[in-house]
């Protein structure tokens, strides 16, 4: 009876024994964040390419810090050395940007007939064009219109707002994505059904107002 006792109390010292044998299990390595710095905030890793969230390709940007707008001298259609540098940062802009078509304005000031400052305008919404095709612009990109006199940018009557009117104007706008066309279905072709019996021939009819017989 006493070793029957016993047993239990031998059983669970020996298994006892044999837990504390195992080893402790290794501690779980900790998880290293690449993009939080050493005192827990977040790394700053940079503008995105393009500016922020490729700001840069837009209309606005093309108009507030590239520049739309160059200017002549009067009754000129000549580029000046400022307009150049403008007009080198405005095909920089369409070479990387080639999603966008531009469409060059003209305009002059007030003096002057209609007709000739709608040539002027035209003349000088040309050179606009030019010089961005030759900075490597594609010429299908670039179309021209000229408004002369009828759109100012500042109305009086005096050299300060002759000046301002005077000068070519870029419009960029975003082309419309062309849309997939469908793949090609096949052709059904209907069954071949059998002759169908047609009533006797009728005599052909007389066009109205026509010589009976003679041809259409």
């Known amino acids: 009876m006493k070793n029957a006792a016993l047993t239990p109390v031998l059983m669970a010292a020996l298994l006892g024994l044999a837990a504390c044998a195992q080893p402790a299990p290794r501690p779980a390595p900790p998880v290293v964040d690449p993009y939080a710095s050493t005192g827990g905030g977040a ?12 700001a840069e390709a837009t209309a606005q940007y093309f108009r507030d810090t590239v520049g739309d707008t160059v200017r002549f001298p009067a009754d000129q259609t000549t580029l000046t050395p400022e307009a150049r540098a403008v007009l080198a940062r405005q095909a920089a802009w369409l070479s ?6 531009a469409v060059v304005q003209g305009h002059a000031e007030e003096t002057g007939t209609r007709e000739y400052n709608l040539a002027l305008g035209a003349r000088r919404a040309s050179a606009v064009q030019e010089y961005l095709v030759a900075q490597g612009v594609a010429p299908g990109r670039i179309r021209t219109l000229s408004f002369g006199k009828e759109r100012p940018a500042a109305t009086c009557s005096d050299e300060g707002c002759y000046a301002q009117n005077r ?7 975003e082309a419309a994505p062309v849309a997939a066309l469908p793949p090609a279905q096949g052709m059904a072709t209907a069954p071949a059904t059998a002759p169908v019996a047609t009533a006797a021939a009728q005599p052909a009819a007389q066009p109205i107002g026509g010589t009976p017989g003679a041809g259409l």
Not at 43 to 54: I, S
Not at 96 to 101: A, C, L, N, P, W
């Open 167 to 173: 000068r070519a104007v870029t419009v960029v706008t």
């Open 43 to 54: 790394v700053f890793q940079g503008d995105l390419a393009g500016g922020t969230l490729g």
């Open 96 to 101: 990387r940007h080639s999603g966008f078509t």
